[in-house]
């Protein structure tokens, strides 16, 4: 599992050749619009957000990956007013 600053997305190297499925979580700042589209484009499979990273929300990634879903979003995370 690769975190990475959702502006530097572009500059993740391709996944290499060694077969293993690489899971890219994108950390936005919270609120951030672009979440919607960064999953979409595949450019991540799932989206957690910054400053406050909930403990709830990386135990629900996990365990989605560690049940082999192939969904790892869930439900939208919550906008700023």
Do not use: W, Y
């Amino acid at each position: 599992m690769i975190c990475v600053d959702a502006e530097r997305l572009d500059k993740l190297r391709p996944a290499g050749p060694s077969g293993r499925a690489r899971i890219v979580v994108a950390v936005t700042q919270f609120g951030d619009e672009t979440v919607d589209g960064i999953i979409a484009s595949g450019a991540a499979d799932a989206a957690i957000s910054r400053p406050r990273l909930l403990r709830s929300e990386i135990e629900e990634l996990l365990r989605r990956i560690a049940a082999g879903e192939r969904q790892l979003q869930g439900h939208a995370p919550a906008r700023a007013p």
